[in-house]
């Protein structure tokens, strides 16, 4: 073999050994994550059954409350997306405007662009403070439980009273799901120029301001509380329900749409959405709700 041919021989032979290589530590790492990915779905029977995307507006000024979510609940999403006014390493932000920090226009631009990229990807799209604590695995099994489809129009959460027309909306601060056919309404309606009930104006106040359009592209409220008619909804940080209830927030007990002649908001055992008074704090939910085994109950791995 002369010296030319036996090079290009050898060439040859590196290219066929460097392809098998690679090619066998591709196959190891989507077999390494399709484990832990099977892993993650067979704690949540319903993950693939009820697909969510959990939006997260945030001040991009003070970025790392919404990077603990990132770090625990977020992980339990399908998809997780954090709307911002400005870029961050780690979250890696939707960004409508530019140093916004108006939480309603990020959430409204965020709503649109979760319908526009996301909605051939998901079924319910549950918006939320980045100071909230949530146990995604419950808001799948409130929706399966009730028969919620992602083509009705429909929404939930906390619902408070609107003290002049006396009719529900949801509070926003606690958290609310949307389904993909009402994300639609809103997100086409939210478009439309036309559309005054749905124009977006800087300031308002997003849960009265979002049932307005809702209820004009006829997208209706339906129950978020469990079968004992508890609220798996929390509005205030959880420290008020177990230390003076109502007494320490006066203005909810008037408000809330479901009143209750206890002196706190009943709270089920399968609760969604906590809020968190100090953000770290998250950390210790995630330990008591994923890591913390009970003696006598079935020990699963999150």
């Given at each position: 073999?002369?010296?030319?041919?036996?090079?290009?021989?050898?060439?040859?032979?590196?290219?066929?050994?460097?392809?098998?290589?690679?090619?066998?530590?591709?196959?190891?790492?989507?077999?390494?994550?399709?484990?832990?990915?099977?892993?993650?779905?067979?704690?949540?029977?319903?993950?693939?059954?009820?697909?969510?995307?959990?939006?997260?507006?945030?001040?991009?000024?003070?970025?790392?409350?919404?990077?603990?979510?990132?770090?625990?609940?977020?992980?339990?999403?399908?998809?997780?997306?954090?709307?911002?006014?400005?870029?961050?390493?780690?979250?890696?932000?939707?960004?409508?405007?530019?140093?916004?920090?108006?939480?309603?226009?990020?959430?409204?631009?965020?709503?649109?662009?979760?319908?526009?990229?996301?909605?051939?990807?998901?079924?319910?799209?549950?918006?939320?403070?980045?100071?909230?604590f949530v146990v995604v695995e419950n808001l799948r099994y409130l929706i399966d439980r009730r028969k919620y489809l992602p083509s009705q129009a429909i929404y939930f959460g906390y619902e408070l009273?609107?003290?002049?027309?006396?009719?529900?909306?949801?509070?926003?601060?606690?958290?609310?799901?949307?389904?993909?056919?009402?994300?639609?309404?809103?997100?086409?309606?939210?478009?439309?120029?036309?559309?005054?009930?749905?124009?977006?104006?800087?300031?308002?106040?997003?849960?009265?301001?979002?049932?307005?359009?809702?209820?004009?592209?006829?997208?209706?409220?339906?129950?978020?509380?469990?079968?004992?008619?508890?609220?798996?909804?929390?509005?205030?940080?959880?420290?008020?329900?177990f230390l003076g209830g109502y007494d320490y927030i006066d203005w909810l007990r008037n408000v809330t749409y479901h009143k209750v002649p206890g002196n706190t908001v009943p709270i089920s055992k399968r609760a969604i959405s906590f809020r968190v008074g100090y953000p770290p704090e998250m950390y210790d939910y995630y330990y008591f709700v994923y890591g913390?085994?009970?003696?006598?109950?079935?020990?699963?791995?999150?």
């Amino acid at each position: 073999m002369t010296s030319p041919r036996r090079v290009c021989y050898y060439l040859f032979l590196v290219l066929i050994l460097f392809l098998a290589i690679t090619l066998y530590f591709n196959i190891t790492a989507v077999e390494r994550t399709s484990v832990k990915a099977s892993h993650k779905h067979a704690l949540d029977p319903l993950y693939e059954k009820v697909r969510v995307l959990c939006m997260i507006p945030y001040d991009y000024t003070d970025p790392e409350t919404a990077r603990y979510v990132k770090r625990t609940w977020g992980k339990h999403c399908n998809a997780l997306l954090f709307v911002s006014g400005n870029i961050d390493g780690e979250l890696e932000p939707y960004v409508p405007v530019v140093n916004s920090t108006d939480k309603w226009t990020l959430v409204q631009r965020g709503l649109m662009h979760a319908y526009l990229f996301y909605g051939h990807k998901v079924d319910w799209v549950l918006k939320v403070e980045s100071s909230s604590f949530v146990v995604v695995e419950n808001l799948r099994y409130l929706i399966d439980r009730r028969k919620y489809l992602p083509s009705q129009a429909i929404y939930f959460g906390y619902e408070l009273e609107n003290i002049i027309t006396h009719e529900p909306f949801i509070h926003d601060r606690s958290g609310y799901v949307i389904s993909r056919e009402a994300l639609r309404r809103y997100t086409n309606a939210s478009m439309d120029p036309e559309v005054k009930e749905c124009l977006h104006w800087k300031g308002y106040v997003e849960g009265l301001d979002i049932y307005r359009c809702l209820s004009h592209v006829d997208v209706k409220i339906v129950e978020s509380r469990d079968e004992s008619e508890h609220e798996t909804f929390l509005p205030i940080p959880m420290k008020h329900h177990f230390l003076g209830g109502y007494d320490y927030i006066d203005w909810l007990r008037n408000v809330t749409y479901h009143k209750v002649p206890g002196n706190t908001v009943p709270i089920s055992k399968r609760a969604i959405s906590f809020r968190v008074g100090y953000p770290p704090e998250m950390y210790d939910y995630y330990y008591f709700v994923y890591g913390l085994k009970i003696f006598g109950t079935p020990v699963n791995t999150p």
